[in-house]
Structure formats: structure tokens, C-alpha cells
């Protein structure tokens, strides 16, 4: 069962890279869009919960309690995020190096706009925008590698509520399990 949740993060892992893929080729318009960005983490908890579901199924004789559906979905979710964490990587760093500025410069741009939208003031406005200015080095490789690694606490507290949902139920009725 351990290589089919290695497998089964994997190829959620690259299902969710090749959505960004998909993002960052229709442009920065698209990739810029924190909707669509932020999309991929249903994405990715829903092809987890389903895949997990399937275990159950394939697995019968498996208690799926609690603790075993938790342990899935986790690493499932582990392996998922590391595969687009690398995927990021290489994006970033080696495939478009102007990227992160020019994500960076967008996400000011929409950040600012938002404000004066929610009618913020102006020095609160600019103190923001002067701490979000290193937002580049947070798509360096090891800045993304800790961003991974802090959201494990994340993903370990979907997982929780995923697994309450999804383990197997244990019959404590003596009727139904004659």
C-alpha cells in the first residue's frame, strides 16, 4: 500500500504541476490570478480524498481507521506539494529567471489596487507594500523548499478533518456485524 500512496501523490503531484504549467503558459494575465492559483489546492486535496477513497476500496482488509486514513492522505499531500515545489523550482530558477520579479511587481500591483479599493490609508498602504518588496527571494530554492516544509502543519491539519470524512467507520452494532 505504501507505493500506491507514494504513486498516487505522485501523479497528483504532477497533475497539479502541469496546472501551472497551464497557467504560465496562457500568460501572466492568468498566472498572475491568485483565483486560479489558488484553485490548485482543491485540486489537489480532492484528487488526494478520491485516491484515498480508492484505497479503501482496493485495500478491504485494511482497518483505514483513523490514524492509517490520516498517515495516507498526509503523505500523499507531502509528495503532491514536493513534486510542484520542484516544479516551481525549476520554473523560477531555471526555466524563466525574470519571472519572480515580474510575479513579484504584479502582486504588488494587485495588492495596492485591493487596498485602495477597501479605502486603506495611505501610510498603511506603503508600510505593506515596503514589507512585501523582497517578495522575489521568497522563489529562490531553498525559500520555497522552508515554505514547503511549514506548510506540512498546513497540510497535516487538512488531512485531519480529510481523514475524520473519509476513514472507515467501525460497526459497533453486533447486528450488523453477524
Request: glycine share 4%; with cysteine.
Amino acid at each position: 500500500m505504501t507505493n500506491k500512496i507514494l504513486t498516487q501523490g505522485a501523479i497528483t503531484g504532477l497533475i497539479s504541476s502541469v496546472y501551472m504549467a497551464i497557467l504560465y503558459a496562457a500568460g501572466m494575465d492568468t498566472f498572475s490570478n491568485w483565483m486560479l492559483s489558488a484553485l490548485l489546492y482543491p485540486i489537489i486535496i480532492g484528487l488526494v480524498c478520491f485516491f484515498t477513497a480508492g484505497l479503501k476500496k482496493e485495500f478491504p482488509t485494511e482497518p483505514f481507521n483513523f490514524k492509517q486514513t490520516f498517515i495516507a492522505i498526509l503523505s500523499m499531500m507531502m509528495v503532491a506539494t514536493l513534486i510542484n515545489t520542484a516544479w516551481n523550482i525549476v520554473l523560477f530558477n531555471v526555466i524563466d529567471t525574470s519571472l519572480a520579479k515580474e510575479l513579484s511587481e504584479r502582486i504588488l500591483e494587485q495588492t495596492a489596487e485591493t487596498m485602495e479599493k477597501w479605502g486603506a490609508p495611505e501610510a498603511a498602504m506603503k508600510e505593506t507594500l515596503k514589507e512585501m518588496r523582497d517578495l522575489p527571494s521568497q522563489f529562490k530554492p531553498l525559500a520555497q523548499l522552508l515554505a514547503w516544509l511549514k506548510g506540512g502543519l498546513f497540510m497535516a491539519i487538512l488531512s485531519l478533518v480529510c481523514a475524520a470524512f473519509i476513514r472507515r467507520k467501525e460497526s459497533n452494532n453486533p447486528f450488523l456485524n453477524a
